[in-house]
């Protein structure tokens, strides 16, 4: 139940990037406003990309928490697939 848990909570971290890629998308099209003059193609993806990425890292400290929490994650499997190795190269020098 923990693994699951666990799991379904990085799932839920990579949430606010998709945000950002979603929004920065959607402003390649219909623009993005910024300091009262629109952008659009690739110029509105780079400022909307750059802008909200910003506001969840600095006003909303979204990005920071679902990183580290990600980092975490990855270095507790990481440590649980070496025990398991171990435990499996004790196993075959017993048998």
Known sequence: MKKIIGKIIL???IVPYIWVLGNSIYAI???F???MSYKYGFEAFIYALYMYTWFLILIIPIIPICLIYQIFYLIMILRERRKQKI????NERTN
């Open 11 to 13: 799932y839920i971290t």
């Open 29 to 31: 099209k219909y623009g």
């Open 33 to 35: 406003s910024f300091f």
């Open 87 to 90: 435990e499996r190269m004790k």
